[in-house]
């Protein structure tokens, strides 16, 4: 899957999933101030380029951002489930249309069009292919037995 750079900074979701991460933080000591350090593809970068007083102030940041990372990556996982779910709504209606053109092909026995349906669409219940093919079950199921499928 390809990696989306969006908002926030233009983090790809790899990235913002590892800000995410808690134990992806830390705050150092240079001597002189604190600092605010991220582990990011295996090496510990600045994530500021403010200079802290106190561990306290960078660690109020961190949680502050913590916070909006997360809400960043739950809308993105979000906004992916709703693109995933409506492309098989889409394939699967497109499965729909495709069934019902197999069951109005009327050079086609019977036969033939319970095998192509099972193929189109292998998790088909036989009372689906019945329906559609205006048939009784038992004959769908004979067919199915012949077919081996």
Known sequence: MEEIRTALHGFNNSQLRQRCEPTNHTVTFDGYHYRWKVYIDGEWVIQSIKLYDTYKQAYSHILFWLHKYSNEMTNRDKAEATR??????????????????????????????????????????????????????????????????
């Open 84 to 149: 995933d779910y409506f492309k098989e709504v889409e394939r699967s209606v497109e499965v729909d249309k495709q069934l019902y053109e197999i069951s109005r092909e009327y050079n086609s026995k019977t036969k033939e069009k319970v095998r192509q349906m099972i193929i189109l669409k292998p998790n088909i219940h036989n009372k689906q292919i019945s329906e559609l093919l205006d048939v009784t079950v038992r004959s769908v199921e004979m067919h199915r037995k012949k077919l081996s499928m």
